[in-house]
């Protein structure tokens, strides 16, 4: 079992691993882990960064200042903030496909989901713990009273228990389908948002070997061939990462299923603003890290493309 340490004690034990403290000094770093975060997080992102291999220093991390890990975290927290966004724009942009979908299909919005709760009990179940939340009281003893249909039971269940019954209709209706099947890239967006609500770190592992092995989608990959700033290699390199691919797959996502022209333009300028600014604001702390920039520049290239085509369809 590792050793319970204080703040200052932490301080001693980064200083141990090489981390300097030249541009944020200690004091304010002591600052900084007591107020504004903690230590397992913040030393997170150290795993971006490459350590002595010999010498007296073996071990020791190469070139790290704990401003940079600072700022890291900062990016970090304001991507995780975009994600939360943008995910439940698309959840709601997916059901209201979903539900189009349903009206053109020829079932009577009850049928399906009494099949789905049948093979599904515990989402029932799920449902009826629901009866002790206040926001969803109400609406959970109604239905459990008046009976399922689509079109309401959409508003109490999971975005994964969603994607499961999104999933049985079409496999119930496939001539309902009007359009590309977003089960698969909406599994990937879960799974980011998850990460993002629970605060866990997203851009603490840039540099290989990836952990995982990437579920690839046709269309996001296709969706990044079109780019023509993006080479092949950086394209292979950069879609091996688990946390990359996701994103990407929102970035298509909002792309490919935003139908609100005014949604699309501020969801695409927030992340523009944001790659062009904020996440620049300290670029010479990454100037000698390859991964991180080879990262940044990737997820430019497509929010770039994204921002020239959305305002160029707009005619600006």
């Known amino acids: 079992m590792k050793e319970k340490l204080t703040v200052e004690q932490q301080i001693q034990h980064m200083k141990s691993k090489g981390v300097q403290f030249n541009i944020v000094s200690e004091k304010e770093a002591i600052s900084y882990l007591t107020n504004n975060t903690y230590y397992f997080k913040i030393k997170a ?28 975290a900062i990016i970090d927290m304001l991507l995780r903030h975009y994600i939360l966004k943008t ?15 349903f009206n053109n299909s020829e079932d009577d ?19 009826k713990r629901k009866k002790e ?26 975005l994964k228990d969603f994607l499961m019954l999104y999933q049985r209709f079409y496999m119930e209706y496939p001539n309902a389908r009007t359009g590309h099947d977003l089960y698969y890239p909406m599994q990937g967006v879960r799974k980011l948002r998850n990460a993002a609500a629970h605060s866990n770190c997203l851009i603490n592992t840039l540099k290989r070997p990836y952990s995982g092995q990437v579920r690839y989608n046709s269309k996001v990959d296709a969706f990044v061939k079109n780019i023509g700033s993006i080479d092949k290699k950086s394209r292979s390199s950069n879609m091996s990462n688990q946390v990359v691919y996701d994103f990407v797959t ?3 996502l909002v792309d490919e299923i935003t139908e609100s022209m005014g949604m699309k333009e501020q969801t695409i300028k927030e992340l523009y603003d944001l790659v062009h600014g904020r996440m620049v604001k300290h670029a010479d702390y990454y100037k000698k890290e390859s991964a991180i920039c ?23």
């Open 87 to 101: 995910s439940v724009d698309l959840e709601h942009t997916m059901k209201t496909r979903f539900l189009r979908d």
């Open 133 to 158: 939340n206040s926001y969803t009281k109400d609406l959970s003893n109604k239905l459990l009273t008046d009976g399922f249909a689509i079109w309401n039971i959409i508003e109490l269940l999971s």
């Open 250 to 252: 929102m970035l298509y």
């Open 45 to 72: 992102y150290a795993k971006n960064y490459d350590k002595y291999r010999t010498t007296e220093k073996a071990g020791q991390y190469v070139n790290l200042e704990f401003a940079y890990l600072k700022d890291l």
């Open 294 to 316: 080879s990262t940044y520049n990737f997820i430019k290239k497509i929010v770039d493309f994204l921002y020239e085509k959305t305002y160029t369809n707009r005619g600006i």
């Open 109 to 127: 919005g009850y049928h399906l989901v009494q099949m789905f709760l049948d093979e599904n009990p515990s989402i029932l179940d799920d449902i």
